[in-house]
């Protein structure tokens, strides 16, 4: 159901609303992300030149491992949708420079190969846009001890504190 014939929209649009899966998702082994469940329900419509506009909400839970401690957890994601594609000429060539500029619509508009748009990269880079860069299971998590290895959640460890005057950062808690 995420794939879909772009000629084959309806004038009134498409409405889909649909559980997700991580192999239409294409999560299928991935490491350290997880789609556990979720949801699309999103409105298509396309415009007379082809253009794709993919508005809607998606919601999803996602299992990743916490940063510090490293166990599992669980994170809902609740976005919504605003996305434009627009098709993929084949005469087209990638620009090979250092630097380009990107206009204001390079960076609202992404792109669709032949007749065919696939929701499932569409939400797949929704999700990993919608994850923190700092995986943690809770704010308050204490981690691991650098001695030992416990998790500090769990239970405390009998291990030394370190010594401030040994620390190679003692001189920034000044």
Do not use: W
Not at 19 to 34: I, K, R, S, T, Y
Not at 78 to 90: C, R, S, T
Not at 107 to 131: N, P, S
């Amino acid at each position: 159901m995420l794939l879909l014939n772009v000629s084959k929209i309806p004038p009134e649009g498409l409405s889909i609303d649909t559980p997700l899966n991580p192999g239409e998702v294409h999560l299928d082994g991935e490491e350290g992300f997880q789609l556990k469940g979720g949801s699309l329900r999103c409105h298509v419509e396309r415009g007379d030149d082809n253009t794709v506009h993919v508005r809607g909400k998606l919601q999803a839970q996602v299992g990743l491992s916490c940063g510090r401690c490293l166990e599992p957890f669980a994170l809902s994601l609740d976005q919504e949708l605003d996305l434009f594609y627009l098709p993929h000429e084949k005469g087209q060539e990638q620009e090979e420079e250092d630097e380009v500029e990107l206009s204001d619509r390079d960076v609202v508009v992404a792109y669709y190969e032949g007749d065919r748009l696939d929701l499932g990269d569409v939400i797949r880079e929704q999700l990993y846009l919608g994850v923190p860069l700092s995986r943690l299971c809770r704010e308050d998590c204490r981690g691991l001890c650098a001695h030992c290895g416990v998790n500090r959640n769990q239970q405390d460890c009998a291990c030394p504190t370190e010594e401030p005057s040994l620390s190679p950062f003692a001189s920034l808690r000044r």
